[in-house]
């Protein structure tokens, strides 16, 4: 077993820490506050091969695996959660959909325009009445005059309104369940399909989360991503690598609060000492690194199986609800560190306060990777 890190993922993890201390740390509450797009941040993300990390080289994408892609995305998140999820979404979930289940001609036609950054993608699954129960999709796709007929609304979706090409699950054989749904790629501009509102959001601000309609939509029949009726296996698939990227971002999020915390406590003064002088304060910070190490060596492992070939449903569950916990309670440690002032937006502490709460929700709740996970177990 060796856990460390080869000098070209060390250098990796250095340019992306240093891509985001100068081009996003300088801007990170000024998207927040006005949930703006962070379109600055991602031209030099994709330069450095961001947009399409998990792409093999014949398709232009970086060709890494998933090891790199979870330091990526951690070094994103100790700066800023949202971006790292606009970038975890464009590549775990939309770009690695098309990845897995794409034909050839459909590889050839994204994957280079996603991975230059050049388009944006996403990944609609989620429907108002189709959330942890996501199985229960009501959009339609019927076949028409050689091609397919999109009909109904999908929630939720991470850059939905920015995207120019999404990834959509749609019921194409209702008596066949959750074998009856399949996947389709719908560019933007596609005559019927339109972004409907965009979520007023408690954290993860500069990440849009919209709407996507489809009305009529109507779409040529290479639209159809992977084999009829297979749309939803397949998303299930994508989600064990969606859950290592949002473990990933989690554990991130978690560095970037616990080091807040720490360097507020070692200059903040009462009673005439420091707060990290005191042993209430140490022990927080003790239990909070220890967690995130913990969160993000399950991150790690998940990621080592994903590139090993390993089915990694169990180990990207176990650290998706580790991670997404650790996020969360790290962030209020951090808030409670800074006292009154965790409580204002002159500081770091509750934003990432906001944002941790995105991480035990998307991509399956808490509850739901605990019902993945006792499943999985009592299988052995
Ligand atoms: C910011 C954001 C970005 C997102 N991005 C995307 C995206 O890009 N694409 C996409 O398709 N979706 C996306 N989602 C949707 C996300 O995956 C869902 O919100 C999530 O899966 C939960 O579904 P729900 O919101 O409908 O909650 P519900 O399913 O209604 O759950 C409500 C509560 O009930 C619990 N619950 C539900 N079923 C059970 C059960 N069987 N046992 C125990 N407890 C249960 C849940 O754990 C939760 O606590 C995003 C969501 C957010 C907030």
């Not at 699950?169 to 972004?195: C, D, L, W």
């Not at 989690?250 to 406590?265: D, F």
């Not at 003790?286 to 492992?301: G, N, P, S, Y």
Request: aromatic share 6%.
């Amino acid at each position: 077993m060796d856990l460390g890190l080869t000098a070209e993922q060390q250098q990796l993890r250095q340019s992306v820490r240093e891509l985001s201390e100068r081009e996003i740390r300088p801007q990170v509450m000024r998207w927040d506050e006005a949930q703006s797009w962070p379109a600055e941040a991602l031209a030099p993300l994709a330069a450095m091969g961001c947009m399409g990390m998990l792409v093999p080289a014949e398709y232009d994408g970086a060709g890494l695996g998933y090891i790199e892609y979870t330091l990526a995305l951690e070094e994103l998140a100790r700066v800023d959660p949202s971006v790292a999820l606009i970038v975890e979404a464009h590549n775990s979930l939309c770009t690695n959909h098309i990845l897995v289940a794409g034909n050839e001609a459909q590889k050839r036609r994204y994957l280079p325009r996603l991975a230059s950054g050049e388009w944006i993608g996403s990944w609609s699954l989620t429907e108002p009445g189709a959330g942890s129960d996501a199985g229960g999709a009501r959009t339609r796709a019927e076949r028409r005059d050689g091609g397919w007929v999109l009909q109904g609304a999908k929630t939720f979706t991470t850059n939905g309104a920015h995207a120019q090409v999404c990834v959509v699950m749609a019921v194409t054989q209702p008596e066949r369940g959750k074998h009856g749904i399949s996947a389709f790629i719908v560019e933007r501009g596609t005559p019927g399909f339109s972004n409907g509102r965009k979520e007023n959001k408690l954290g993860m601000r500069a990440s849009d989360t919209s709407e996507m309609l489809f009305d009529n939509c109507r779409l040529p029949a290479e639209a159809l991503l992977g084999k009829e009726g297979e749309g939803f296996v397949d998303a299930l698939r994508i989600l064990d690598g969606g859950r290592i990227g949002i473990a990933a971002l989690a554990v991130g999020l978690a560095q970037g609060a616990y080091e807040t915390a720490r360097n507020y406590a070692r200059q903040r003064k009462q009673f005439g000492k420091t707060l990290a002088e005191f042993q209430a304060i140490q022990w927080k910070l003790a239990d909070m690194a220890t967690e995130i190490e913990a969160a993000r060596l399950l991150t790690w492992r998940a990621a080592w199986q994903m590139d090993s070939g390993v089915t990694a449903t169990l180990a990207a569950a176990m650290a998706k609800l580790k991670a997404g916990e650790v996020a969360v309670h790290a962030a209020g440690e951090c808030v409670q560190i800074h006292g009154g002032y965790g409580f204002v937006k002159d500081y770091p502490a509750e934003k990432y306060y906001r944002d941790a709460r995105l991480c035990t929700i998307g991509e399956g709740t808490s509850e739901i990777q605990r019902i993945l996970i006792a499943r999985e177990v009592l299988k052995q």
